[in-house]
Structures are given as C-alpha cells and as structure tokens.
C-alpha cells in the first residue's frame, strides 16, 4: 500500500537507491557482478563509479550514475506538483465545509469568498509540498557522501532496485567488504 503512494507521487522506477563505498576497484566491481549475477539486478541498476567521477569537472557523469532515470525525474517533478496541489485544494476546501457546518461567523458571513480563500491558500502549501517532494533531499545526503568518498581515491557501488526486496539484497550485498553504506528512504 505504501509502495504504491510512493509511485503515485514519483515518476521514477527506483525509489531508493544504495551506495557502497569500497578501497579498490577490484571490490567494487565484484559487489556489482553480485547484484547482477545472485540478485538478477539489470546492468542499469548498477553503477560502479571510479574516484576520478567525484571531480567537479566530471560532474555530468556521477549525475547520470547517480541519478539514471531523467525522464522519471521530470515525472516526479509533475506528479508531485499535481498530485500535493490537488490534495491541499481538497484539504482548503474540507476546512472551509467543516467551518461553514461549526457556524464560524467569518466562514458563514461570506462562505464564496471563504472557500476561494482556503482553497487557494490548501492550494499554494499542496505546491510546496509537492516542491519539496521533488528536491529528494535523502538524495542530495547519498550523492555528497558518495562524491566525499570517490575525492578521497575510494570507489562505489551504486543500486537502484525496484522492489523491497531488492532494496534489503542490495544492502547486504554492499555492506560485504564495504567501508560504508548508504542510502536514501
């Protein structure tokens, strides 16, 4: 049930993703061989990223290691938006009826201006909601601590499962000769 809220609001296949940090290349390309091979992961759900992707200059490429799936990106944009706004316009308007019926003299004195009011502003806070559902924060977290390893001559292991079960396999998987975990919700 939750899954499916989750991918009503995002656009994205992958909800979560999950990054192990490893000392040498030959560890990092193993863990992914291990997804890929044990847990049935695609080859696009597993990136290796080498120290070199951490600099500045290369920073397009740990976006699209890190961040695959442009395209459910700008759906998540859209979906949130809609989907937050909707529900605070519902969530004005239910506040407006339950003032309205409790007899709140501001309400019944003028209840058309009321409703476009409360509505509206249920509207404006569903938007920002639906913003800061679409900034991911718990994904800027793993991207800079990803990026502080890889510019610390570390490589790492990123998944993108689909599936709760493959969100728990590629946890550990990755905490298997790693030297850190992490991941986003």
């Known amino acids: 049930m939750a899954q499916q809220l989750m991918h009503a609001f995002f ?5 979560t993703k999950v ?5 040498a290349r030959a560890q990092a390309e193993q863990a992914a061989r291990r997804l ?10 597993v990136a290796v ?6 600099a500045w200059r290369r920073a397009d490429v740990l976006a699209r290691k890190m961040e695959p799936e442009e395209r459910g990106i700008w759906s998540t ?5 809609v989907l937050s706004g909707f529900i605070g316009f519902l969530a004005g308007v239910a ?11 501001g ?5 058309g201006l009321a409703m476009v ?9 569903g938007l920002l909601a639906g913003g800061v559902l679409s900034i991911r924060p718990d994904h800027g977290r793993v991207i800079a601590l990803v990026r502080q390893y890889l510019r610390q001559g570390r490589w790492a292991v990123v998944a993108h499962p689909d599936t709760p079960e493959q969100v728990a396999q590629a946890e550990s998987t990755l905490q298997e000769g790693s030297e850190r975990v992490v991941r986003t919700l």
């Open 11 to 15: 656009g994205e296949r992958s909800l």
């Open 19 to 23: 990054a192990g940090v490893f000392p």
């Open 36 to 45: 890929m091979l044990a847990f049935g992961f695609e080859e696009q759900q």
């Open 49 to 54: 990223l080498a120290p070199r992707d951490g």
């Open 77 to 81: 944009i859209v979906r949130a938006h």
């Open 95 to 105: 506040l407006c009826l339950t003032m309205w019926i409790a007899g709140q003299p």
């Open 107 to 111: 309400v019944t004195s003028s209840p």
């Open 117 to 125: 009011a409360m509505a509206g502003f249920g509207t404006t806070f």
